[in-house]
């Protein structure tokens, strides 16, 4: 099926949409942010299971 | 398959805005604050952007919990004029997507803060929104006229989050910051009660003032604001307490008392001759000491930092 004209709900909601697909995209940064922090603070530790394969 | 071409669509679409209305941000604002406080107060350092996502989902908790509160109460805010303007009593909203939403964003909220924190300050955050929306909301508000002190304790917990984020323990500190809020909260709603007028009355809802009547309200908010200010005055002596913290608080309690104490001695007559004004005035000042008590709070973790405050 070919592509079709915008319907005017597409219209109608561009701005909750892109307003809801920039809090998606802040809270990817986000959890980006913070897995970077956790992995690179000193306390941080491998699970047991883990450790006996990367070492 | 369905085709969005044959959904139903209502004639107002609701818009961001509406839903962020949902999430009672003024009320977010002053649980980012005091969470805010509660953080930087505790006696450790905490990496910022770890502090900034456990601020972040604290206030994401917060406004879940107000939009469950708006959910269950939109037939009530319908009456009040103050609330008829939300979102679901004024049809912008539907009240399943307002649930949807509280219930995503608990759910949300309690485990990244939990993955970004420590467990227990996302159990915190659970009982929290479990206390406001289910004990508070939908039990004890319509039942008791001790229903603001009930949910003044839901909007205490905030600095005590804060603090667990930070150390992963309570500590007597962290509960003076909560009492301290628990204990602003009945004073500040019933003096709105009092020039609320009628809006409590036409809901239906047990306040003190439709309970026990208008001076005994005038009576409890005077008895509270003795036990605040002591509270208040008190924590000066404390940890996170200094001189700084100590002269704000003298300062704002001397007038925070004189006002309950201006109110206690006016009766309806008088109220209604100056239109409130006492009572209005109080309000007023109760946003700005609840304010400047957490900010002195702040000022002194501030101090620290520089090898000063404290006594």
Not at chain 2, 212 to 227: D, E, K, M, N, S
Request: neutral net charge.
């Amino acid at each position: 099926m070919g592509i079709r004209p915008e319907h005017e709900l597409h219209n109608r909601r561009r701005g909750r949409n892109i307003g809801v697909g920039l809090m998606l995209g802040a809270f990817v940064v986000l959890i980006m942010a913070l897995t970077y922090v956790k992995i690179t603070q000193t306390d941080f530790e491998l699970p047991p299971e883990q450790r006996e394969v990367t070492q | 398959m369905t085709d969005i071409t044959n959904t139903p669509t209502s004639e107002y679409d609701a818009q961001l805005g509406d839903y962020f209305a949902l999430l009672k941000p003024r009320v977010m604002s002053l649980v980012v604050f005091t969470a805010f406080v509660g953080l930087l107060a505790a006696p450790v350092s905490v990496n910022p952007v770890i502090g900034f996502c456990a601020i972040l989902f604290i206030a994401i908790g917060g406004g879940a919990s107000g939009a469950l509160n708006m959910w269950w109460d939109a037939d009530i805010d319908a009456v009040m004029r103050r609330t008829r303007g939300r979102p679901i009593p004024s049809g912008r909203v539907q009240p399943g997507e307002a649930l949807t939403l509280g219930v995503a964003l608990s759910g949300l909220s309690v485990m990244m803060l939990a993955l970004a924190t420590n467990l227990l300050a996302g159990g915190m955050l659970l009982f929290t929104i479990l206390f406001y929306a289910v004990f508070y909301t939908m039990w004890l508000k319509r039942l008791t006229p001790q229903n603001i002190v009930i949910g003044g304790a839901a909007g205490a917990f905030p600095p005590v989050i804060g603090w667990v984020a930070a150390t992963g323990s309570f500590s007597v500190e962290a509960w003076l910051m909560f009492a301290l809020i628990f204990m602003w909260t009945p004073p500040h709603f019933w003096a709105l009660a009092l020039f609320m007028r009628s809006d409590y009355d036409d809901a239906k809802v047990p306040m003190l003032t439709v309970t026990h009547g208008r001076p005994a309200t005038r009576l409890h908010i005077f008895v509270y604001t003795v036990l605040l200010a002591a509270l208040a005055i008190g924590t000066a002596f404390t940890a996170i307490g200094g001189i700084f913290y100590f002269a704000v608080a003298l300062v704002l309690n001397a007038a925070f008392l004189l006002g309950a104490y201006r109110i206690w001695n006016r009766d309806e007559v008088m109220a209604e001759g100056d239109d409130y004004a006492e009572e209005r005035k109080f309000f007023r000042l109760s946003l700005a000491y609840l304010f400047l008590h957490f900010g002195a709070i702040l000022g002194e973790a501030a101090l620290r930092t520089f090898g000063l405050g404290g006594w």
